[in-house]
């Protein structure tokens, strides 16, 4: 099995990849650059990509665990 970094995570983060709080493609995008600069920066944190958190505005949505912060508006950009 590949090691996926449980041991060593301290937080979890979810972002939702739309289609309804954003385009599918802005979501992917903002997957792909949160993947890409967590690795860069050898944080251990696990993800995971969702279809939908019912938050159908201002997305793509980012919650954190376990503090359970939510982060609106998530883009490469921000």
Partial sequence: MQDVGVPGARR????CTGPDCCSTEAGLQTWE???A??????????RTKAACFRLCSEGP??????????YSQVTPER
């Fill in 37 to 46: 600069s967590l690795k860069a920066c050898s944080v251990p944190m696990l």
């Fill in 12 to 15: 979890h983060l979810f972002l």
């Fill in 33 to 35: 650059h949160v993947k």
């Fill in 61 to 70: 949505w980012l919650v954190v665990y376990p503090e359970g912060v939510w």
